[in-house]
């Protein structure tokens, strides 16, 4: 990421951060004449022990010296969780680690092990993505409830892409939207961590033109490793489903993320599930 890009970055970030807190929740007044939500800036200093001047500095992505126990304070005033510190640190200090050589072959990345488990995860959607949200793995069951990502060209299997490109997701989510928000807050976490890698920023620029509904969602989303939600979805042959999706990452010399969507326990999704993909193997044996 160019030097300007990654304090464009953290300027918005902090905005939005900025943004999201009201002063009642930091026990400040509210006042009458705020003519934005959240926080204002010299607030912001304020609860954070440093000069309004320098935070506005800050805030404006302007290219200053800063220390990682000023960040701390910035990061407890703003009430930023584990994984939002991790990230405002990645940009402000470039602490990230895009030197790392994003794999070209793909069919390798996947071990043998890791492929095991996802067969094992038989009612259990699975999908296995990138550090770029790129798709590289997935077991019958995640074909039977998304799409068979098999009949995709490689440079289409990216989760945040297909979110936005293929109207399938969108017909399959009731909440697609906190479905999207909780991709886009993985995919920020790794714009932070890999802060060298180009990809990212034209990748963005590509979604911010193509498809309006990205920018804003973007602007918005939250940092979070491993968000975990209950999503609703509407299949078209298995009606409603819900799911648990639990996102771990996987050890190892690549950086790789598990997606798993386990059926509710309180729901009858596991039984649809096993009814969906007897049925697909009755119709390809008759």
Not at 22 to 45: F, K, N, W
Not at 239 to 267: E, N, W
Request: with cysteine.
């Amino acid at each position: 990421m160019a030097n300007q890009t990654r304090l464009q970055a953290l300027s918005d970030f902090l905005k939005a951060r900025r943004a999201a807190i009201s002063p009642s929740a930091v026990g400040l007044p509210e006042g009458t004449r705020r003519r934005t939500p959240g926080l204002r800036r010299e607030e912001v200093a304020q609860l954070a022990g440093v000069s309004s001047t320098w935070y506005t500095w800050l805030e404006q992505g302007r290219d200053i010296k800063v220390s990682s126990s000023v960040l701390d304070c910035i990061a407890t005033a703003l009430r930023l969780t584990k994984d939002e510190r991790k990230y405002l640190f990645a940009l402000a200090l470039e602490t990230g680690t895009g030197t790392t050589p994003y794999p070209q072959d793909e069919s390798s990345v996947i071990s043998p092990s890791l492929q095991k488990i996802l067969q094992e995860l038989k009612y259990c959607p699975t999908i296995i993505s990138d550090r770029r949200c790129g798709i590289v793995g997935w077991n019958e069951a995640a074909a039977h409830v998304f799409l068979d990502f098999s009949k995709l060209p490689i440079e289409e299997r990216n989760m945040i892409r297909l979110l936005f490109v293929r109207k399938e997701f969108r017909r399959l989510a009731v909440n697609w939207e906190q479905f999207v928000s909780g991709y886009l807050s993985i995919f920020r976490a790794y714009y932070g961590q890999y802060v060298e890698d180009h990809w990212y920023d034209e990748f963005i620029e590509e979604l911010k033109e193509l498809h309006p509904a990205f920018n804003e969602m973007w602007e918005k989303s939250r940092v979070s490793s491993a968000p975990d939600v209950l999503l609703e979805f509407r299949h078209g042959k298995a009606g409603k489903m819900l799911f648990h999706l639990t996102s771990l990452q996987v050890h190892g010399s690549a950086d790789l993320r598990c997606s798993i969507y386990t059926p509710a326990g309180d729901s009858k999704t596991e039984t649809k599930l096993k009814q969906l993909m007897e049925q697909h193997t009755i119709e390809g044996l008759s």
